[in-house]
């Protein structure tokens, strides 16, 4: 059985006007080490990590807590820069954030309190994309619609339950058209029905848009519902164990044998083994 939710990806190569033809990854992280300073150390999160995304992929790093995963998707953010190797987006080495990479956070706070939902939507469309206020609030309405929360358009983010916050902050990266969502654990406090809820309202959008998704969990079964594909890290300092093609949650069977595959990968033999080589 086909997965629905399988990406059709189409592989990009740079090209002068900065748009991608086939041939290339749209991202491409290539032996990337990355390091950061606590108070008395300096920690390797990440040790020659390389993968690479194309457009329309759902594209999951999956890992224990510590493992490098959230740094991997700050530094395609741009907000770090690797030790060694490099990351590219259409070909040009990714140096500082930029709009056409949005993240979407864990924290519900990420929202401006100030701030109604139409305006929390349509500020970065003014002020990083220099849209008017007629062409930002034509397409914030857009989105905010997209994520069912055209009821709410003037509500102020106290009065919104975690669910929908996440939801807002969603549509304030997807009205940006972002080359790449950036997604780190944004459904981890949220309750099991609630997260459920908003998996699938995600495949929905991305759909209905065929946007490019980074996404960072510690969740094996998330991973396989959100993702087509999977990239498995090792615990700290994170490595790439593997990566995988997801499959269609409807095959139970199948769905099992890969969550069973990826816990070998993360803490069975299977770990110790490729540990060992």
Not at 84 to 112: A, S
Not at 199 to 212: P, Y
Request: aromatic letters at 6%; hydrophobic letters at 40%.
């Amino acid at each position: 059985m086909a997965n629905p939710y399988a990406a059709e990806t189409v592989n990009p190569e740079p090209s002068p006007d900065g748009k991608v033809k086939p041939g290339a990854p749209l991202v491409q992280v290539d032996g990337v080490t990355l390091e950061y300073k606590t108070t008395n150390h300096r920690v390797t999160a990440t040790y020659r990590v390389s993968f690479d995304v194309h457009r329309a992929d759902r594209f999951v790093l999956l890992g224990p807590s510590g493992c490098g995963k959230s740094t991997l998707l700050k530094a395609v953010g741009g907000y770090m820069s690797p030790i060694e190797g490099k990351i590219t987006l259409k070909g040009k080495t990714i140096t500082r954030p930029g709009p056409d990479r949005m993240m979407v956070f864990q924290e519900f706070d990420q929202l401006l309190p100030w701030k109604t939902v139409l305006q929390n939507v349509m500020f970065p469309l003014r002020v990083a994309k220099g849209l008017s206020k007629s062409d930002a609030l034509a397409k914030a309405e857009a989105y905010i619609n997209k994520v069912k929360l055209t009821k709410f358009i003037h509500s102020y983010p106290h009065t919104l339950s975690g669910g929908m916050k996440q939801r807002v902050a969603i549509a304030r990266g997807m009205a940006m058209e972002p080359d790449v969502l950036l997604m780190d654990e944004p459904f981890a406090a949220l309750d099991a029905l609630t997260r459920r809820k908003m998996q699938e309202e995600l495949l929905q959008l991305w759909e209905d848009t065929r946007f490019t998704l980074m996404f960072v969990t510690h969740s094996i079964d998330e991973a396989i519902i959100v993702g087509n594909r999977i990239l498995v890290l090792s615990p700290h300092p994170g490595q790439v164990r593997a990566e995988l093609n997801s499959v269609p949650v409807s095959d139970a069977v199948a769905a099992k044998n890969l969550a069973d595959r990826i816990s070998g990968l993360l803490f069975g033999e299977e770990s110790r083994r490729i540990s060992r080589g």
